[in-house]
């Protein structure tokens, strides 16, 4: 509930059918209330577009009007407004709010929604006082992801995606609210129609805080999608991106300390907040592909963290292995070295010399005395 007093009066009727009960949120773009749909009484979730800075209720406390500097502009923005309808309207999944109705009034715009019954996850996150478990959290990303697909595939990003726009129901299921900030974006390239995207500090991604529209694309979710599953798992406040990087070049220090969390979901978190949207997931198949089989050490971006080494994207570094032991080889026979000739037969060769020649000079003295 909001305290907002430029909110539409509870009792008011909308369109012929919509009564207001109640007031669920104000931002800088829009309010959203808490409606009655007749004749079925049926509860429904209207997003009523009101800018901050250029609309204001008249005496009556109904009919918007709209700053004369702001006329042309707020004239666009009532157009596209229109035109995101016709995307939210597209999406059908079990895990993203119902978007049905869109109709102008009181000098501005509204579309309806399904009312969603349950307590956000931030709310829990508060009552608990206690990170959720890593089982329920990986229980809640995959219906996320599922909701972030269905909605990217009609061109679209969510663009405030955090615990408090993630309801839990009672059936169990989780599903995205308050797309009232959603953004159209064609090919990958961020476009032009857009009703105003408001952000959530801490949340937003480096390319919608600085107000780079034309680079935002499924990965600016992705970031906020990080941001949220490291508030679930250590009941922390996010940090800001400026104080996740000395800087934004790859090889800086991550300053992310995440207790009690596993080193494969660490991983996860920090590759979905780079800061540099390059290095991101580009698709929820990336990271479903991620879940189902990281990527080998090959195809890894290491980062240094802290607190643990860590590879984004990629699984758990192994112990190192001992060597496989190797065959010892077969030595080589050597060669042999001559058989060494008996001493007895050398003085037996000399002797024969020596005999021989006593015999020849014998021989020449006698010759000589004849």
Sequence with gaps: MTNDKSMLPIGTVLNGRYIIRGHLSSGGFGKTYLAVCRPQNTKVAIKEFFMTAANFRDADGVSVSTNRNYTQQFGEQIVKFRKEYERLRLISNVHVVKVYDCFEENGTAYYVM??????????????RNAPYTETTVYNYLKQILGGLKAIHSKDLLHLDLKPANIMKTPNGYVKLIDLGASKDYIGGVGATMFTGVALTERYAPPEQVDGSFDKLGPWSDFYALGATLYRLLTNRGVPTYTSLYEDHTRDKHIA??????SDKTKQ??????????????????????????????????????????????????????????????TPRPTSQ????????????LLGCFYIIVIIFIVVTIIKALL
């Design 114 to 127: 399904d009312f969603v019954e349950g307590t956000n996850l931030e709310e829990y996150l508060r009552k």
């Design 256 to 261: 992310l300390p995440m207790p009690n969390v």
């Design 268 to 329: 996860l978190i920090v590759w979905l907040m780079n800061t540099d949207r390059t290095r991101r997931p580009q698709s929820v198949d990336d990271i479903l592909q991620w879940l189902r089989n990281p990527p080998a050490q090959d195809q890894e971006v290491t980062i240094q963290d802290p607190e643990v080494t860590i590879n984004v994207p990629g699984e758990e570094k192994r112990p190192p292995q001992p060597p496989t032991p190797q065959p010892r080889p």
């Design 337 to 348: 070295p001559p058989t060494p000739v008996p001493k007895n037969d050398e003085f037996s």
